[in-house]
């Protein structure tokens, strides 16, 4: 039986939402899973809500489509709430986790959204303490980990320290990891 | 030749990189490409590596595709390996040189990123682009994954370059579904794909001035018609040919690959024909489809160009509704490209099926499953009830 | 001439003989003749240099006449000959000439 996950991103353009889904899939690739990571282009640019996507699978993976019903969706930007339906196509079993510093039963409340699991981070506050920068991308996935352990998270946390020495620095690299620690232990379910 | 079965690397790689490292291994004499709009990511990638001196290929970046094309036959000509990658109105904007290269019997490979051609303004995926050139002499192979990418650019060499061959071979990736699209795929060894692609002996190199040779001549009533039938006859060797050189690809990579590839085909009842990515989301409705006890079927096609016409009626012959997913429109036509060169091959084999075409994902209108299995619904509606309405249609149109 | 099948030709239009447009004999285009008067000629070698077809025939760097079998009759040396050595005939009145 396939154990297919399909997960949709939701964020601004620049945020990293297209990153965030590449870099699950990079650790995919390091525990021998296949995957996708894609992002849904329009005339967006900086600022802009966006999607991207990413499919993991222990078995190689066919279908091309975009994501319609996503195992979880996950927001990382707070200011898409109102803005963007992005509990579209979510069902009982899915799971949304957005940045936001309402707790799940607020979210609840506020979204009208009553079915599958509901977990919030403030994932702007630690991204603003450690990263210092309103970058939100790592803490997210240390937060979806929590919630759903799709890739392992010591293989993740080696993919952020990688990406981030290479391209930035080794600084900025391990302010990416704490950020991505924090937000695992205080995500919060509801 | 590789004989032996090497082994690749895996990596996560978008098609627009991956195609950009298959360049990189087989190392062009010259690469020519418009830099900006509508040029992907592949050659900017491929403009790294060559800054970087990982290759010695000459890059030239151009004023326009038109110069592209033009610069890729002017090094055809002189004798070297010629490359270049474009896209959408990129192609659409090569059409007059890509009769001069194939004319001239050039081998020379083009990657080409599926985009919508305007208007409206619109740089999603469709195959307006490719299809748009199916006449232009050109061998087309289109890919289903970002792996097919990779290994259809090295295959589309060997097959541009095979003496009974001598065409301009190019292969088309989905924009943005895979050109944007990271997936899991294997990467051979730099040298597994230079022993693959050996070493390219033109036959009548410009460079060689021990031999003059004249490339373009004017050709009147007198012979215009013989060079064209020459032509014709390269494209019937490639059908033989292709398959060879999936063939040996396949013994060292594990990965063969054929004209078109049957999924759950044979005792298909009800089958559908797609080319590029879209084979995959059919192949997840097929497996449904089979779970619940329909006998549904694929027929990817890999090979337009030429048109296995033979192995299709074949493969075809035996089912009782088939569908033929477009992903381009010819205006006025009785049906999309695909579906026209479908209907013709089975009239030419004596086969009469009931067959509908769809036009589908223009412009980068997403193509989901539910839409796939209403076709294999339509199918069997057609196969009981018989045609009762129009059998080409438009899939995921708001009517 | 008998025309090749399109089996028999090189593929893509190449031509691989050097040379071979001396195949072509463009002489019969020609409705005027180019005729030298060579009491006038000094062998400056104008023509020679200025005629498309390299149809002047020198020998011993002294012009001999003119090859017929390719001359166009342009009438472009005449033009140029700073002697006015060269004359252009009309074809038929030269033919009749030469019998």
């Not at chain 2, 001239?104 to 307006?128: E, W, Y």
């Not at chain 2, 839409?371 to 057609?382: A, N």
């Amino acid at each position: 039986m396939s154990d297919l996950v399909e997960i949709r991103w939701h964020g601004r353009g620049g945020q990293g939402a297209v990153t965030a889904s590449e870099l699950l899939a990079e650790a995919a690739l390091h525990e021998g899973k296949y995957f996708q990571a894609f992002p849904d282009y329009g005339p967006e640019r900086m600022g802009a809500p966006i999607r991207a996507y990413t499919r993991i699978s222990s078995s190689p993976i066919r279908q091309h489509n975009q994501i319609t019903e996503p195992d979880a969706v996950v927001v990382l930007d707070p200011t898409l709430l109102g803005v963007v339906d992005f509990a579209e196509g979510l069902e009982d079993g899915g799971l949304l986790l957005v940045n936001t510093p309402l707790s799940p039963n607020e979210l609840r409340r506020e979204l009208g959204f009553d079915k599958g699991r509901v977990f919030t981070i403030n994932a702007t506050r630690v991204a603003l303490d450690i990263i210092k920068r309103n970058i939100t991308n790592t803490p997210m996935i240390g937060a979806l980990l929590r919630a759903l352990e799709v890739v392992n998270r010591d293989v993740v946390r080696e993919e952020i320290r990688n990406r981030f020495n290479t391209r930035v620095s080794k600084e900025v690299a391990e302010a990416n990891v704490e950020a991505f620690d924090r937000a695992y232990t205080e995500v919060r379910e509801g | 030749m590789v004989s032996q079965k090497v082994k690749g690397k895996p990596v996560a790689l978008d098609g627009d990189r991956a195609v950009a490292e298959a360049i990189r291994q087989m190392n062009p004499d010259v690469v020519a490409a418009y830099p900006i709009t509508p040029q992907t990511e592949i050659v900017m990638r491929f403009s790294e590596f060559v800054a970087n001196g990982e290759v010695v290929t000459e890059f030239i970046p151009v004023e326009s595709e038109h110069a592209a094309m033009s610069a890729c036959i002017g090094a055809s000509a002189a004798g070297g390996r010629a490359q270049t990658a474009t896209a959408g109105a990129g192609l659409a904007f090569m059409w007059e040189v890509l009769w001069v290269a194939s004319g001239t019997r050039l081998p020379i490979v083009m990657h080409v990123v599926n985009r919508s051609l305007s208007a409206p303004l619109n740089i999603h995926c469709d195959h307006s682009d490719s299809m748009g050139a199916r006449d232009a002499g050109w061998i087309q192979l289109y890919d289903e994954t970002v792996q097919e990418a990779y290994d259809n650019a090295i295959q589309a060499l060997r097959i541009a370059e095979h003496p009974d061959i001598m065409l301009p071979t190019l292969h088309a990736l989905d924009g943005f579904i895979l050109g944007h699209g990271v997936e899991r795929l294997e990467l051979l060894p730099d040298d597994a794909v230079r022993s693959f692609i050996g070493i390219y002996e033109p036959q009548h190199p410009l460079l060689d001035v021990d031999h003059p040779v004249t490339y373009g001549p004017m050709v009147l009533t007198d012979y215009f018609f013989e060079y064209k039938r020459q032509q014709a006859a390269a494209m019937e060797r490639a059908l033989e040919i292709i398959p060879q050189i999936g063939e040996e690809y396949g013994t060292f990579t594990g990965r063969y690959y054929g004209l078109m590839e049957g999924y759950r085909l044979e005792d298909a009842e009800f089958a559908t024909i797609a080319l590029g990515s879209t084979a995959g989301t059919i192949k997840t409705v097929v497996d449904e489809l089979r779970d619940q006890g329909v006998k549904a079927g694929l027929l990817k096609l890999r090979c337009f160009r030429p048109f296995p016409a033979t192995i299709l009626a074949e493969a075809l012959g035996d089912k009782k509704a088939i569908a033929v997913l477009d992903r381009s429109l010819s205006f006025g036509a009785q049906g999309g490209p695909l579906f026209l060169e479908v209907i013709t091959a089975l009239f030419t084999h004596g086969l009469s099926p009931k067959v509908l075409n769809y036009a589908y994902g223009l412009g980068g209108r997403d193509i989901v499953p539910a839409r796939i299995h209403q076709v294999y619904k339509d199918l069997i509606e057609i196969d009981r009830e018989g045609l009762t309405e129009s059998s080409i249609r438009y899939l995921g149109l708001r009517e | 001439m008998t025309l090749k099948t399109w089996t028999e030709i090189l593929a893509g239009g190449l031509i691989t003989d050097a040379g071979n447009s001396e195949e072509y004999e463009t002489g019969s285009w020609r409705s005027h003749r180019p005729i030298i008067d060579m009491d006038r000629c000094t062998h400056c070698m104008i023509c020679w240099i200025y005629c498309p077809d390299g149809s002047i025939l020198v020998s011993d760097a002294k012009v001999t006449g003119i090859d017929l079998t390719h001359c166009k009759g342009c009438g472009i040396c005449a033009h140029e000959c700073p002697r006015k050595a060269i004359s252009m005939v009309e074809e038929a009145v030269a033919k009749e000439g030469a019998q």
